[in-house]
């Protein structure tokens, strides 16, 4: 069975949609970016009609001032009461004893920021956002892999003799694929390394190898900021350049991964 619930936050009205299953451990989903609960795709109902039939409730909703819900949008760094009030309306809707939940992009970043006050007893956090952007380039580490890719292409060779290669934009990704990688101390990747250091749930991180935020999230992942949350979190990697895992195998394989984790 599957229902719509509103309830309160912060003065304002939330709207989500519960998929009903008698399982105690159950899987909150929390969206990213601007997206409704939906999920692109329709991804993230599909994925909660799956859980709820091998026998996992599933709770999923519009943050303040996206879809249904009232309010101010205030982004994903905001939302911290938006995931406290969906997480104990789950639980008293549902009477779970264990929540795991499950987001991807920026809501992978909000999670684990704010999953401590919310009572998450597990994360899966698909391609975490970490990008902090200065211009309208790809982040440097999907530059790198883009031009290590190439270059090993004797046809971008060709082109680039041929002219067939844009010089200032290439200077200009070259430039960028090659800065220095520390961050600003109160940047967003060091306080996400900080709030995965700090954590005491277990954490799976879910990365499709050829997406830009994946592979900016690995990149960081790799330097000495991240060194504390490397004992903390585990890695699993799909090769898959579908930022949302969109295709059906790439479905499949979340779908396998969250069953695990509940």
């Known amino acids: 069975m599957r229902r719509l619930i509103e309830f309160p936050c912060a003065g304002e009205t939330l709207f989500g949609t519960l998929d009903e299953a008698p ?69 008293a809707q549902t009477g779970v004893t264990r929540v795991v939940a499950y987001g991807n992009c920026d809501a992978a970043t909000a999670l684990a920021f704010f999953h401590s006050a919310a009572g998450v007893d597990a994360l899966l956090l698909a391609n975490p956002w970490l990008i902090e952007p200065t211009d309208d380039l790809p982040p440097a580490a999907a530059i790198r892999a883009r031009y290590a890719e190439r270059l090993r292409d004797p046809r971008e060779w060709l082109r680039l003799l041929r002219g067939g290669v844009n010089v200032r934009k290439l200077i200009s990704g070259l430039i960028k694929a090659s800065a220095n990688r520390l961050q600003q101390p109160d940047g967003l990747p060091i306080r996400l390394a900080a709030a995965l250091a700090q954590t005491e749930v277990p954490v799976t991180i879910l990365l499709a190898t050829g997406d830009n935020t994946a592979l900016a999230f690995h990149d960081a992942w790799r330097g000495p900021a991240f060194g504390a949350a490397r004992a903390k979190a585990r890695i699993e990697e799909r090769d898959s350049a579908s930022h949302s895992f969109a295709s059906i195998d790439d479905k499949n394989w979340v779908f396998e991964r969250v069953i695990a984790a509940l």
């Open 23 to 91: 399982g105690s451990t159950g899987l909150l989903i929390v969206s990213g970016g601007n997206e409704i609960r939906i999920g692109a795709h329709r991804g993230m109902a599909q994925l909660a009609a799956r859980v709820a039939e091998a026998g996992h409730p599933v709770f999923r909703y519009d943050r303040r001032g996206i879809g249904d819900s009232t309010g101010e949008n205030q982004g994903f760094e905001s939302s911290a009461e938006d995931l406290a009030a969906a997480a104990a309306t789950f639980r």
